[in-house]
């Protein structure tokens, strides 16, 4: 009898187990790997977005890839890559090799990406780049195509259109100038933030600016962490600079915006302000930061009918506004519908699918060309301007560009002091 | 095959006699074998990736400790060498084809290149002055680093390189066995008459000095000699990687090898190596927790140094093993005498 007990309870566990285990073994989730500096603002824009995304897809009952419906199942990858170079491999080897994961997205520092993408192409998976903006990891694909081609570049676009584009902007603002305002000759005041990444593109200021009929004032670099730039705006002043042409990604762009409005420089600020794409700048300035502009990729307008519920949603659930590497959520989208049109997740299949995609994305309309990057211009993505006026945040560029102007894109406009000094 | 008994037989009894009688000695000895025999065991790629580059630092720590160390020579600059080696392996590898067994060793020269430009300018230096004067040479270089993308790589560095072996066994191989050759190398030099002497400059320069020891050309000796085997490591990083880019100059590299070597114990070689094997694979086993890894880190590090100021193996070996009064030799802690001079142990 107590024999017979023993039995049925051993049949019993034996049955609860087949009976749990056989509904995970039928629906195998389709495993996205997702890279960034976890602990910074920029991981937690690859998390946050990828997580978006998987939660729609599986509310929606998953990915239809081979006539089953799979769910997706994120893998945090904490690359720690701003701090060390050897860790940011390690997770992607511990990802690939234990976590078993199909595909890739995120990256953020272009040095620790070609080292991360190395280790995804050794090992065949997809890997979608969604932070890093150096050109150098796309040509990588025309060069050895088939090694790289399991590399594609979302978001941000490559920094040579991002440098395009902010001079573009540049070059609104100073034919608003011109315009608007009356001003002939234009001269130009270079701010960016003492660091290697701003380089080039002090170099491409100095070097273009003249090409646009506009004059160097000077070029002036504060620190990242600068607490004052109080020096460096009333040098601006004195050189009597008609515009304010800022690179800051650092903090230091939270005290030059705040000064900027004290001191009421008579001068427009345009280019990148890291620091101005976040939702607390108003705040961290205390409305000071009125008329700061800056290049950025999301804002709460109609790029496409993705756009606007995505930004609302993010806010609502992560309480701030996506940042370009939120551009995670796209990512994930496009395997699972590269997926489901391939029906597999094979690597090759997938990249077939990818390559030919024209897809409508939260950021813009995405089409890889032949070295897997994102293509930029009207009608694909095109990168935003946005601009501080009143308290929001809003998109001013592309305003009438090639015949592009989002809806909900409002003119730049420029502040009372800087009207004040023109208009007499 | 008479011969090859003979020498196995007398193998054994060296082992036996010089090995088994001390503990660390066993240790040492265990982890040699344990590195050697792991793949056998297992291949996992990951596991290997982490061990592979757990050597590599290792090498470099160690360099750090023969400099730093045994000579004095506070070297808070350390990527310097590390840095300048992974360049110049990178450079031969893809400008001239040379394999990475030439760009390796070529890389090191490179290194003890940098030994002797930071060298000479700090012969006159000592301590805190010397420390944040050797802190500036890396900090310098990253300068150039972008100041001459076309030539160096810019922010992204030089990538592309050769693979080190064919496969994740072979870098693995190649790594820890470069790590025990060069390591045990340094540890010869220590042990040896220079090493004496290092040791003495160390201790009291004036009094080198006034012993007729030439102390700046021993002290320019050792620049290059870690920077020697730190250019070895850095190569190997290189072709690990396959890259080498401005993050092998951060203050960071700088600032961890010190770290790994000083929760090791410094000037013993092995320490630093040890500090390397437990701090590194530890890190990483701390992934899932992935927000207080680095607060338990510092934490272990700060324990350590402050219960453990010698180091932790140091701390170990001392609570296992005695040294005589009389001889200086180690002995194990149950014994009472000596057992070379049989003088009765404390």
Redesign the interface.
């Known amino acids: 009898m107590r024999r017979l007990g023993l039995f049925l309870v051993i049949l019993l566990a034996g049955l609860l187990v087949v009976g749990t285990s056989g509904p995970a073994q039928a629906v195998k989730p389709i495993k996205i790997g997702v890279a960034g500096p976890m602990s910074f603002t920029q991981g937690e824009g690859h998390w946050n977005g990828a997580t978006l995304a998987a939660m729609e897809i599986n509310e929606k009952g998953g990915v239809m890839v081979g006539g089953t419906k799979r769910p997706i199942e994120l893998i945090k990858v904490d690359t720690n890559e701003f701090i060390s170079i050897p860790d940011a491999t390690n997770a992607m080897e511990l990802a690939i090799s234990r976590h078993n994961v199909d595909f890739l997205v995120g990256g953020f520092r272009s040095e620790a990406v070609l080292v991360m993408q190395d280790i995804a192409m050794d090992n065949k998976k997809i890997f979608i780049g969604c932070g890093a903006a150096h050109p150098k990891l796309c040509t990588r694909v025309t060069k050895d195509y088939d090694r790289y081609k399991y590399w594609f570049r979302l978001t941000p676009i490559n920094s040579t259109f991002l440098g395009k584009v902010v001079f573009i902007q540049l070059g609104t603002v100073a034919a608003m100038m011109k315009k608007g305002l009356g001003v002939k000759d234009l001269s130009v005041a270079i701010i960016a933030e003492k660091a290697a990444w701003n380089e080039p593109i002090v170099a491409a200021a100095k070097k273009f600016l003249p090409k646009m009929g506009m004059k160097v004032a000077g070029v002036w670099r504060p620190s990242p962490v600068a607490k004052d730039v109080t020096a460096e705006l009333g040098a601006i002043e004195r050189s009597k600079a008609n515009i304010i042409f800022t690179s800051f990604s650092a903090s230091v762009g939270i005290p030059f915006a705040k000064q900027y409005g004290e001191l009421k420089i008579a001068a427009p600020v345009v280019g990148i302000n890291v620091e101005a794409q976040k939702d607390g700048f108003w705040k961290a300035t205390g409305g000071k930061g009125n008329y700061a502009m800056t290049l950025n990729t999301y804002a709460k307008v109609k790029i496409t009918d993705l756009t606007i519920p995505f930004y609302e949603k993010y806010l609502k659930t992560f309480g701030e506004a996506p940042n370009y590497t939120a551009g995670t959520y796209d990512a994930v989208y496009l395997l699972a519908k590269a997926a489901e049109k391939a029906g597999t997740i094979n690597s090759d299949a997938v990249v077939k699918v990818l390559e030919k995609i024209k897809d409508v994305s939260t950021a813009g309309v995405v089409v890889f060309d032949k070295s897997h990057d994102v293509t930029w211009g009207p009608g694909y993505v095109t990168s935003l301007g946005t601009q501080w006026q009143d308290g929001k945040n809003m998109c001013v560029w592309p305003y009438k560009w090639k015949g592009v102007t989002y809806e909900g894109t409002v003119p730049i406009k420029f502040a009372p002091w800087v009207i004040k000094r023109y208009k007499k | 095959m008479y011969w090859l008994m003979a020498n196995l037989r007398q193998a054994g009894i060296i082992v036996r006699n010089e090995v088994f009688v001390l503990p660390s000695r066993i240790a040492v000895l265990v982890f040699v074998v344990a590195l050697l025999a792991l793949p056998i065991f297992t291949q996992?790629?990951?596991v290997l990736?982490?061990i592979i580059?757990t050597s590599v630092f290792a090498l470099l720590a160690a360099s750090w400790d023969f400099l730093s160390g045994f000579t004095g020579q506070m070297n808070f600059g350390h990527a310097l060498f590390f840095g300048v080696a992974a360049y110049t392996a990178a450079k031969l590898n893809l400008d001239l084809s040379i394999p990475p067994w030439g760009s390796i060793p070529l890389g090191a020269v490179g290194g003890v290149l940098a030994g002797l430009v930071v060298g000479i300018p700090c012969l006159r230096l000592r301590g805190a002055y010397l420390a944040l004067t050797t802190l500036a040479f890396p900090i310098i270089l990253?300068g150039v680093v972008?100041?001459l993308?076309d030539f160096t790589g810019?922010?992204?560095?030089i990538?592309?390189l050769s693979r080190l072996s064919g496969s994740r066994v072979g870098d693995y191989y190649i790594t820890g066995g470069c790590m025990l050759v060069f390591c045990f190398l340094m540890w010869k030099i220590t042990d040896s008459k220079t090493g004496i002497i290092l040791h003495a400059i160390r201790e009291d320069e004036v009094a080198c000095r006034s012993a007729g020891i030439n102390t700046t050309r021993y002290k320019l000796m050792a620049f290059c000699i870690s920077g020697f085997f730190a250019g070895i490591s850095g190569g190997l990083y290189a072709h690990i990687?396959?890259?080498a880019?401005?993050?092998t100059l951060e203050v960071?590299t700088s600032f961890l090898v010190i770290i790994w070597s000083v929760f090791g114990g410094m000037v013993s070689i092995y320490g630093p190596v040890a500090g390397v094997f437990i701090l590194f694979p530890m890190?990483?086993f701390l992934?899932f927790i992935?927000?207080a890894r680095m607060l338990v880190f510092a934490f272990l590090v700060l324990l350590t140094l402050l219960y453990m100021p010698e180091g932790l193996i140091p701390w170990i070996r001392d609570k296992i093993e005695k040294v005589c009064p009389r001889c200086k030799a180690r002995n194990l802690g149950t014994r009472s005498n000596c057992r070379v001079c049989n003088a009765v142990l404390d």
């Open positions: 996992d790629p990951y990736r982490i580059l990253m972008f100041a993308p810019g922010e992204l560095g990538s592309g990687m396959r890259l880019g401005p993050s960071n890190l990483e992934r992935p927000q």
